[in-house]
């Protein structure tokens, strides 16, 4: 099983930063897709953005391009949403997720059905 843990999140003002962070039991974390997806109130759970198992490619969902950055330190186990420009839309319930498939791509990792670990989310809260 693996355990999936997210911290970072909070409330902060519109235009603000927040770096969510992620870590993940797995031994072969360097092995997997990591992503992050988000559920507001009242809607359904949403890509945001994932990062290929090397690190060296990401995928974003338009609304974030250009504000939010995905990392990942492969030696830490851990991955990192660093999202900046932060917007009253932006609040939700942020989720970290492992895929399930070793040496996934991430162009095609990116629905729920893709991933098998989650964590149980961290609040961002953005006010105007």
């Known amino acids: 099983q693996v355990q999936v843990v997210e911290t970072g999140g909070g409330l902060v003002q519109a235009g603000g930063s927040l770096r969510l962070s992620c870590a993940a039991s797995r031994r072969t974390f360097n092995s997997y897709v990591m992503g992050w997806f988000r559920q507001a109130p009242g809607k359904e759970r949403e890509f945001v953005a994932a990062?290929?198992?090397?690190?060296?490619?990401?995928y974003y969902t338009d609304s974030v391009k250009g504000r939010f950055a995905i990392s990942r330190d492969n030696a830490k186990n851990t991955v990192y949403l660093q999202m900046n420009s932060l917007k009253p839309d932006d609040t939700a319930v942020y989720y970290c997720?492992?895929?399930?498939?070793?040496?996934?791509?991430?162009?095609?990792?990116?629905?729920?059905?893709?991933?098998?670990?989650w964590g149980q989310g961290t609040q961002v809260t953005v006010s105007s």
């Open positions: 997720a492992v895929a399930s498939r070793i040496y996934g791509e991430v162009t095609t990792t990116r629905a729920m059905e893709d991933f098998g670990s």
């Open positions: 990062i290929s198992w090397s690190g060296g490619s990401t």
